[in-house]
């Protein structure tokens, strides 16, 4: 634990209730906001499927544009060769 406090001596030694607030209530908020913007996105692949986009693709793009663009080629290249090894390509 952060404040060198451990899980068995945490029992025995007082706890600062101030800052175990503090911390509970920043967890919350970022859980609220993290809510919030699930729910963004959410209604954005919503918009795009109204447009006619394809969300599963869309997803599959989002996908791929956060993996590292090298690790992305090296496992498009055995996916390639394991599709053709089994006669899919």
Do not use: C, P, W
Request: aromatic letters at 4%; proline letters at 0%; a negative charge.
């Amino acid at each position: 634990m952060d404040q060198g406090m451990s899980t068995d001596n945490a029992s025995t030694e007082h706890v600062n209730a101030g800052h175990l607030r503090a911390f509970i209530e920043r967890i919350e908020k970022l859980e609220e906001e993290k809510k919030a913007l699930s729910d963004d996105i959410k209604e954005v692949y919503g918009e795009a499927k109204g447009t006619g986009f394809d969300v599963k693709i869309i997803r599959k793009i989002v996908s791929i544009r956060k993996q590292d663009r090298d690790k992305r080629r090296e496992e498009e290249e055995i996916l390639g060769l394991y599709l053709s090894a089994l006669g899919i390509e």
